[in-house]
Structure formats: structure tokens, C-alpha cells
């Protein structure tokens, strides 16, 4: 299957942010790093390995760009492992983020 890449404008963050969902084998709530955000999606580092395809939901907050807590459902569009984490892409499908 071919990678899907965002054509959308991103913008470099590098924030925490809390992502649930089928995480590791089971439900669970984890931290991960939010690299980079677009309007439709977002590049996260997680140090929990993610499967593509998965439903998750990310919980963030980046004062600079949103006034208030943002919460995104997503779906895991590709995860691929690098020594001690996993980089992985999230797309938040139509439910798109208005900057």
C-alpha cells in the first residue's frame, strides 16, 4: 500500500499531547510528541508502538496556535519504528482543524 502524505500546510510544534485508543495490545492512554500539525492531520513521535489503522483519540494544547484544549478523533494512517520510538502520521479525516 502506498504511504499517505498530507499536501496540507504544516506547522513544526514539538508539543505534548495525550492519545488514546488501541495502544500496545489493549485500550489504553499514553503521551506522545506532536512533531507537526496540518489541518488534516498530524505527525506524532510515540515511544508505545501504534498499528496503522487504529481509531485514536489526541488530546492537545499549543496556546500559541488554538486558545483553547483542542481534542481530535484520528485514525494511525502509517507507524514506522526507529531505534527507541515509533514516528507515526495521524489522519483526522473531515473533521479537518481550522487554524
Known sequence: MKAYRRNYERFRVNAIASLTGRIAGGYEKRSVIIKDLSSRGAGIISYSPLEAMNKVTLDFEIPPLF?????????????????????????????????
Open 67 to 99: 486558545s483553547q484544549p483542542v481534542r481530535k478523533e484520528a485514525v494511525i494512517a502509517w507507524s514506522k519504528p526507529e531505534s527507541d520510538h515509533w514516528i507515526c502520521g495521524l489522519n483526522f479525516g473531515i473533521n479537518s482543524l481550522a487554524f
